[in-house]
């Protein structure tokens, strides 16, 4: 997905690294690389530690490093395009759960155009882009970790320590004590919930579901709006 | 201490209630000094019963660095949290970062990248 926009800025100067947040490691991730046909470095983060470090609570999401190896913007949804999902027609023979999640998945706000636009300015023009932030403005966007966001990422590490070493019941606590601690934090809830059923539906596990959460909170508010 | 990350860990686990001072140092980035527990320019007390030989107490030291302190009895371990309060970027610099490359078939070093720009774009397969 991310290939063509290399190829594209490569000349610029810029470098595209994908980090999979994949419990499940290189067996996960590896077939999706494959397909995508990448060849920049692919990386996967099988602890988690990448969405730890940067504040990252949902994917796909995008980072600028410059030069010097400072982060001139901080996480944020990026697409490299309008997402072919964003167009799907419900069929006529679509069952009432692929239906109902195809009407949803419509709503989500995803503006590839205007990221695009943004990530080419900054490859053309380096640190005079006006896409590309202070410090402060970067350390600002980052929202104060909360003490329940904090207590979340305990569990969140317990429960992924207990699911790498085969615990998968003791891990489980864990995993709903961090969706219930921060339940914005869609990183924490679709790893999780893929442990049970890959469509990430209803389930006996776990209090929520993709759809059902995504319902909560309004599709369109799954991905923050783009503040360029 | 089963699982850390060199300095600056934000979150770390422990098989024990109490942790060798070196290994609570190479993992967190705090450094125990006369102040209490200090990283960069930054100093907190800690009370003096945390320290009992080569040993810190946990709790105490989570209650200092206001981290929360997780604790599963069943399968015995212990998580220490990020500290609460502060942001997830506390600095702009990339952290350094050393995870395998499927495309490189090596580790790959984020800071092998120095001098170009780099988006960093996280995904997951699920």
Known sequence: ?228 | MICHRDGGALTMLFQSPVVQIGEFEAASGWHLQAEGLCRDDLCVPLPGSARRGNELDLALVAGALRMPLVHDAEVSLWALGPPAAERALRTVQAPDLVLPDVVGGRSFELASLRGKKVLLLAWASW
Not at chain 1, 58 to 70: A, F, H, R
Not at chain 1, 201 to 218: A, C, E, H, M, Q
């Open chain 1, 1 to 228: 997905m991310w290939q063509e926009v290399r190829e594209e800025l490569e000349p610029y100067g810029l470098e595209v690294v994908t980090v999979a947040l994949d419990t499940g490691g290189i067996s996960a991730a590896a077939p999706w690389i494959e397909r995508a046909g990448a060849r920049h470095p692919s990386l996967i983060d099988a602890a988690h530690v990448v969405d730890a470090l940067f504040g990252i609570v949902n994917v796909p999401s995008g980072v600028w490093i410059d030069e010097c190896g400072m982060i001139v913007r901080p996480p944020e949804t990026a697409y490299p395009r309008r997402p072919a999902f964003l167009d799907r027609e419900v069929k006529p023979d679509d069952p009432p759960h692929v239906r109902e999640r195809v009407l949803e998945i419509r709503k989500l706000r995803i503006d590839a155009d205007l990221y695009m636009h943004a990530l080419r300015d900054w490859a053309v023009h380096g640190a005079h882009s006006r896409y590309a932030l202070s410090p402060q403005e970067v350390i600002e966007r980052g929202r104060p970790r909360s003490v329940e966001d904090a207590t979340a990422a305990a569990h969140f590490e317990l429960g992924q320590h207990l699911f790498r070493t085969g615990r998968e019941a003791a891990a489980v606590p864990h995993f709903r004590a961090a969706h219930r601690l921060q339940p914005d934090n869609w990183t924490y809830k679709r790893q999780a919930w893929s442990f049970v059923d890959p469509t990430q539906g209803p389930n006996d596990v776990y209090d929520g579901d993709w759809l059902t959460d995504l319902r909560k909170i309004g599709a369109e508010n799954y991905y923050p709006r783009l503040h360029l």
